[in-house]
């Protein structure tokens, strides 16, 4: 059995949308952000970095959220999450979940935490001013890759589809949103039909009355 140490609406909710997807036996283990639970001793013992999520299967435990839903995808290659070697759509999928991870991601995080990127506290409002025009841009470029496009990568659900809906869930609040964006709406609300996507976020309490 899997064990998945999460808290709600945080970078585990991509590994807790492959779980569900993949319908195995898992355990959900509760990191409490609000008490700091994640830098606590016990938690680092499994997860040095002190950051959510962390995944226990059997004595293999893996942090890291993109890592975290590879390493389940490659477990059940059955249900093609990730395209297979030889697949031409396996490079594509490789761009496009580091895009995601290394790049939206990684902007967003300093859109939501300024005050960690600068030693000057009033310069934080201008960091989130210039950081919401970065990741508008790439959210629109994803609004053109979505053009007459079900998936973002080939003709199949894959990570990078659950990846793509959780950093739209973060980025809801923008002044632009993912729901402004007609391709983009299109496709996140095609998403949230998925019963794995409805799984979680009921479990994590997330409406997705805006999704429908």
Known sequence: MYQLYYFPLNASMAPHFILEMLKVDFELVKVD???????SSDYLALNPAGR????????????ESAAICIHLAESHPDCQLIPQVGNP???????WLMYLTNTVQ??????????KHTTVT????????????????????????LAKKEFLVGETITICDFYLFMLAVWADEMKKP??????????????AKQQAIINVCQKENLSLADYQ
């Open 33 to 39: 952000r609000k008490t700091s639970a994640q830098k």
């Open 52 to 63: 959510i999520p962390t995944l226990v299967a059997d004595e293999l435990v893996i942090f």
């Open 89 to 95: 759509d396996r490079a594509k999928f490789f761009q």
């Open 106 to 115: 990684a902007e967003l995080m300093v859109y939501f935490y300024p005050q």
């Open 122 to 145: 009033s310069y934080s409002a201008n960091i989130v001013e210039a950081q919401e025009s970065r990741i508008t841009e790439m959210f629109e470029l994803l609004d053109k890759e």
């Open 178 to 191: 993912p729901l402004a964006f007609s391709n983009l709406a299109k496709y996140l609300r095609a998403l």
